[in-house]
């Protein structure tokens, strides 16, 4: 079992930047492969941006592309996405999640969430215009 919170969202006016957090607990961090998603009122749930166990492999939804970076500390069980350029269409709930399974390089696969085992509760990202 894994443990994820979230943290680090708030309100930010567009072209800012949020540095966002996911504080994992439980079984060893550094054997899952760990993502981040959005989910806007009525839409679904959207994938944002992952990165490989040791960290050595990151990728992204293209919306995103250049302007998030995640990255993770395996000695503090701590994932991040930095969010730089912020706009308005970037407003979403943002959550964290853990995949125990083995490397997929195909993005129809990494971007599913079904492949994701575990989820924290999410922060509220909210950009102005």
């Known amino acids: 079992q894994v443990q994820l919170v979230e943290s680090g969202g708030g309100l930010v006016q567009a072209g800012g930047s949020l540095r966002l957090s996911c504080a994992a607990s439980?079984?060893?961090?550094?054997?899952?492969?760990m993502g981040w998603f959005r989910q806007a009122p009525g839409k679904e749930r959207e994938f944002v941006a992952r990165?490989?166990?040791?960290?050595?492999?990151?990728n992204y939804a293209d919306s995103v592309k250049g302007r998030f970076t995640i990255s993770r500390d395996n000695a503090k069980n701590t994932v991040y996405l930095q969010m730089n350029t912020l706009k308005p269409e970037d407003t979403a709930v943002y959550l964290c999640?853990?995949?125990?399974?083995?490397?997929?390089?195909?993005?129809?696969?990494?971007?599913?969430?079904?492949?994701?085992?575990?989820w924290g509760q999410g922060t509220q990202v909210t950009v102005s215009s």
């Open positions: 439980g079984r060893t961090f550094s054997s899952y492969t």
């Open positions: 999640a853990a995949d125990g399974g083995p490397y997929v390089g195909n993005y129809y696969y990494y971007s599913r969430s079904s492949r994701y085992d575990y």
């Open positions: 990165i490989t166990k040791s960290g050595s492999i990151t």
